[in-house]
């Protein structure tokens, strides 16, 4: 009837209450096989043990059920489903012939057992407890656990007498409703579930479709009992035919058991022989392996001492390398603390001298601003040319004469601003000359460098491409020249950067010969050394890349650039003014001007003079591109314009 109701449900649960035996008139064993899974309480300790063994996925409480927790009385009745709590029940067993056992078990609730559920879904609840229906109900207490059916035993055990009217208000109240009693048990489905109420419109049927396994003990199964019987008879008297030949068998082996031991008492007597000559080698042997023990314990004392002799002398070694490296490190500490305040000093005089030269640049705007004020009388005296005719061309040349001092006034100033960076170091004096160097160098080639002080001298940008030919062999790639020109010019040290190219995979194995090289990669190579490399790594980064020496390492390569388009500028100036005067002087038939070799030439070559005089022409034939004047300094544009000025009133002159 279970079934028919709940065979639909998947992977369900139930509670046995007096679950008793897991295969002979159990309740679950079908479901268990469908894949259902549950608890059981079982108080016998036989029959938990069984079910433990035949259901070890499930839980098996092996207690007594009744009103309150604690220890009771039972009486157990071997090998039979009639044990139980109740005395006097147990009393009519006893005069009925049944052999009791009263022992003492635990005792819980049955809102104890749903609690054990962890909040599933109970399905079906199925209470077996010999008389004790009642106590085992009224232990459901304030549970909300509610079973969709519930089935208890509703008769006196082995009667017909009904005993559900003392029970089964106890299930009315909680809103069950009684659907069906098979003459043993009573049915009850919750309110909730109406559906289940069709299951029970009749008793078991050839449409459910069940056959009988033969374990149940009821009256039914009598003659699958007997058949099994038969069976087991008729298997024994196989078995007692099957021990008859087993005799015989054995009576057989017995006699080729004593043929195999008289063979063996021969064998025994050979084996004593060679037994005696066996201890007789044995015995030479412990004589030798003696021998070779008492020689093997000498050389143990021997390298024992030898051992503990070395032990001495490496503490030795030890202490005096402990010594040493103490020593090494007050040494590098002392180093360290001088080369920190020699650090310290530098950064002072070199913050000094970058205000002082940027006074000197400030003089080098005064200078320009007095070339300008020049150009512009220049600019005055050209446009009284046209009132004029001999004294008005030498009123332009004294005043292309007096642009020309000021120009060399312009040089002069910068020339100062050089002895004043020179007074820094030889070391920047040396970058600006390697600049200029650099400067008139054509693409693909490097300046001749023969060590390291004249690489770390170049500027920026040269010294990078420099930088790429002479430790990797090879021109710079676009992202390399950005990179190490962005880092150049942050600040970073340039021996860190030679460091790290010569290093690399690339540059490690490239046959170099410059001299220096390797002593300024020393510092990078002993940060390798265990111990000391630690100590000379903190001195590295500490002394060559502090945010102080970084920022004046920026401030020169930010010096460098400035002075570089000064003079380009200072150069582009001074051409255009040569020829300019040249081009008046051409303009005069009588009186020919040539100063072009007179004139000092500090930093401009053949290049820059006929950069100068296409500037000329290109100015005189109105061409002169507004790209080429945007790249002017503000300074510089005025000038031009003023030029530009007196070359369109140089044809007014003519005529």
């Not at 299951?199 to 009256?219: K, V, Y």
């Not at 044995?282 to 390298?303: C, M, P, W, Y």
């Not at 820059?608 to 100015?619: K, P, R, V």
Request: proline residues 4%; glycine residues 6%; hydrophobic residues 40%.
């Amino acid at each position: 009837m279970l079934w028919r109701a709940l065979g639909h449900v998947e992977n369900g649960f139930y509670i046995d209450v007096g679950a008793q035996h897991p295969v002979i008139d159990s309740v679950s064993k079908a479901f268990y096989e469908h894949g259902w899974r549950g608890i059981h309480v079982e108080p016998t300790r036989s029959y938990a043990a069984v079910l433990r063994r035949d259901r070890p996925d499930e839980l098996v409480l092996e207690a007594a059920l009744a009103g309150r927790r604690g220890m009771i009385a039972f009486f157990e009745i071997p090998e039979t489903g009639l044990s139980t709590a109740d005395p006097l029940i147990a009393q009519e067993h006893r005069e009925h012939g049944f052999p009791v056992l009263e022992t003492n078990v635990p005792c819980i609730t049955l809102a104890d057992v749903f609690e054990k559920a962890h909040e599933r879904e109970v399905h079906w609840l199925k209470v077996d407890v010999e008389g004790m229906e009642q106590e085992v109900l009224q232990g459901w207490g304030l549970s909300k656990v509610r079973p969709w059916i519930v089935v208890v035993e509703s008769t006196k055990p082995l009667t017909q007498i009904d005993t559900h009217k003392f029970w089964e208000p106890l299930l009315l109240r909680r809103g069950y409703k009684a659907v069906y009693f098979d003459g043993l048990n009573r049915f009850y489905v919750a309110h909730e579930h109406p559906k289940l109420l069709l299951s029970f419109g009749s008793g078991p049927n050839i449409f459910d479709r069940f056959s009988l396994s033969g374990t149940a003990t009821a009256s039914f199964c009598a003659l699958l009992t007997e058949r099994a019987a038969a069976m087991e008879a008729k298997l024994t008297q196989e078995l007692a035919l099957l021990a008859g030949n087993y005799e015989e068998r054995e009576r057989t082996l017995q006699q080729e058991l004593q043929a195999s031991r008289d063979k063996m008492l021969s064998m025994d007597e050979n084996m004593t022989a060679k037994e005696r000559d066996l201890r007789e080698e044995i015995g030479k042997a412990h004589e030798e392996v003696n021998s070779l023990l008492r020689t093997l314990v000498q050389r143990e004392q021997d390298f024992g001492e030898r051992l503990l002799h070395a032990h001495q002398n490496a503490e030795r070694d030890r202490i005096s390398l402990d010594l040493t490296r103490a020593e090494q490190l007050r040494t590098l500490d002392l180093e360290n603390a001088s080369l920190k305040r020699r650090a310290d000093e530098l950064e002072s005089t070199g913050q000094i001298r970058a205000v002082q030269f940027s006074a000197e640049l400030h003089t080098r705007d005064i200078e320009l601003d007095r070339l300008n004020q020049v150009c512009a009388a220049l600019q005055t005296e050209m446009q009284s040319l046209l009132l004029s005719n001999t004294e008005t061309r030498t009123h332009v040349q004294d005043a292309l004469g007096s642009a020309e001092q000021a120009l060399e006034r312009l040089r002069s100033s910068l020339e100062r601003s050089g002895a004043g960076l020179q007074g820094a170091g030889d070391k920047l004096n040396t970058r600006k000359e390697a600049h200029l160097a650099g400067s008139k160098m054509s693409p693909g080639q490097i300046p001749m460098i023969s060590s390291v002080g004249e690489l770390l001298s170049l500027p920026g940008q040269t010294f990078v491409h420099s930088a790429y030919n002479i430790l990797l062999g090879r021109e710079p790639d676009p992202d390399g020249m950005r990179y190490y020109l962005k880092r150049v010019r942050a600040g970073t040290s340039k021996v860190q950067i030679v460091a790290e190219m010569r290093l690399s995979s690339e540059g490690r194995n490239r046959p170099i010969e410059l001299a220096g090289l390797e002593r300024a990669l020393r510092p990078y190579r002993w940060r390798k050394i265990p111990v000391l490399g630690l100590a000379f790594e903190f001195f590295v980064d500490h002394m060559r890349e502090s945010p102080k020496r970084k920022k004046r390492r920026a401030i020169e390569d930010e010096m460098f650039q400035q002075t570089e388009e000064a003079q380009r500028q200072l150069d582009l100036i001074e051409v255009t003014l040569v020829h300019l005067r040249r081009f008046v002087g051409e303009k005069n038939a009588h009186q020919p001007i040539v100063l072009v070799t007179n004139l000092p030439r500090t930093n401009a070559d053949a290049s820059t003079a006929a950069a100068g005089q296409t500037f000329i022409d290109t100015a005189m034939n109105g061409a002169v591109q507004e790209e080429e004047i945007r790249r002017l300094s503000e300074n510089a544009r005025d000038v031009h314009s003023q030029i530009m000025g007196a070359l369109r009133a140089l044809p007014r002159l003519q005529s």
